[in-house]
């Protein structure tokens, strides 16, 4: 794989905006009707969210994401996709790049809805 450029410079405050965290997968639903997206029931420890992400093409069994953490931002826009709402995006490493896609995970387990950055 020939990496991608690095993408133009942001100030410390751009990343300072996002609000990326650590949650626990509870649950992972098929979207009916779409051909990618599952919806995620996540817990980050004082509430549960909704996060769809398209994943259902590149990995065989997607329930085997069920409790294990991964990282998410928490702050952007809800979206309304295939009828259902997001709160959230899930950050995973490749997809960009087009390999198969892996969980950005924490090393060892931490508290639910522990801060990145």
Do not use: W
Not at 56 to 68: A, F, G, I, P, T
């Amino acid at each position: 794989m020939q990496p991608a450029p690095v993408k133009p410079t942001v100030t410390l405050e751009a990343v300072n905006q996002l609000d990326v965290r650590v949650g626990t997968i509870d649950a992972v639903n098929n979207v009916e009707g779409s051909e990618k997206l599952v919806a995620l029931t996540v817990n980050f420890g004082d509430h549960k969210r909704t996060i769809l992400a398209g994943m259902k093409r590149e990995r065989v069994n997607c329930k085997d994401l069920e409790r294990r953490q991964a990282l998410f931002i928490i702050n952007l826009e809800p979206r309304r996709m295939a009828g259902i709402l997001s709160e959230g995006m899930l950050f995973d490493i490749g997809y960009a790049d087009g390999i198969t896609p892996a969980l950005a995970i924490p090393e060892t387990h931490v508290p639910d809805g522990a801060r990145a950055g």
